[in-house]
């Protein structure tokens, strides 16, 4: 087949999904036509079958980035006609759907159909503004088919874009290299984070630092394990709440406890140094990164919240959001006791393999393209 997708190039759980897709898509022989300002994280080297149809992102004045939506369908329609693309992925309602369905619109009859992935934030919020709810119902109702990652996210879109109880909403999990997400005991990729030092139970987080991420509650779960015993921090990835994390780090005194490695395209072997993920966040629609640390034989506390109950099942703790004193209680039971931490690894590997294996899951995509075209 034929493929366009539009997503977020910045990394983050839909940009990496969508590239994790697109190189497994490429390797059964598909072509996999990519429109956007550039190409998703962990695409580079380009493997053979992708292809990137660049939409510049800042565009001249006085109209700027708010043209972006507009040149974003304007490319489409030029790929649609010239690859002669037989369906369009979209990742999040807006701007991405949004585009496509513009683009769908000056093409008629020969449009494509539209698959839309829903990510999560793309759902209103409660409370959200009526026009809101109104357009991103409109965008999910004319797609040919809509998925989101968990039935937690399932059950939430439905709610809040009020559709009809005919129209299906696919679960599709994330799934995870297996292979490239190992467990191991090599700690070399910590070694030019912490030079000379001798590190003791290592930590490890990976967002894109939003606050619904709530990383400074990383912050405080490290702290309070840190006041009992020797320990260090590894934060991955950027965003708009890292300076406040940063601010407060300093402020506890733990700057030589926490290395910011910024935005990582390969985590697999920090994610094998350390001993323990935390992911404290108000919610996720799945928890990409969680499942990625299991895949790696590396147990996972987080918060009850969203799609996670389904990720991390037995490869894991969960706990209320915003109680970081029983989430370092949970830590510290753990990193005293090798047996149980083990049994859990163990358990968070097997995990991941039953459930999240790549090649059942790109299957489940392959069908429901060929169901629609």
Known sequence: ???AVLCFHA?????VVASELARELAARGHRVHFIGAALPGR???????ITLHRVPLDLPAPIGAQAFPLELAARLIDVVRSERIELIHAHYAVPHAAAASLARAVLGHSAPPLVLSLHGSDVPADGAPEGQVLLVRKLALEAGAITVPSTSLASLARKRLRLPDDRAVEVIPNFVDTERFRPGPDRAALAALFPGRTLGSVFCHASNFRPVKRPLDLVRIFALVRARRRAVLVLAGDGPERPRVEAEVRRLGLERDV????????????????????????????GLAALEAMSSGVPVIATRAGGLPEVVGEGGLLFPVGDCEIM???????LEDDAARAALAQSARARAVRLFQKSPVVARWEALYKQLT
Do not use: K, Y
């Open 259 to 286: 290395a910011f490695v910024g935005a990582r395209r390969d985590l697999a072997a920090l994610l094998r140094a350390c001993d323990l993920f935390l992911l404290p966040s108000e919610t996720e629609s799945f």
């Open 43 to 49: 695409l580079e080297p380009l493997p053979e079958g």
């Open 1 to 3: 087949m034929n493929l």
């Open 11 to 15: 990394l983050g759980g839909s940009g």
């Open 328 to 334: 370092a209680q949970a830590a510290l039971r753990l």
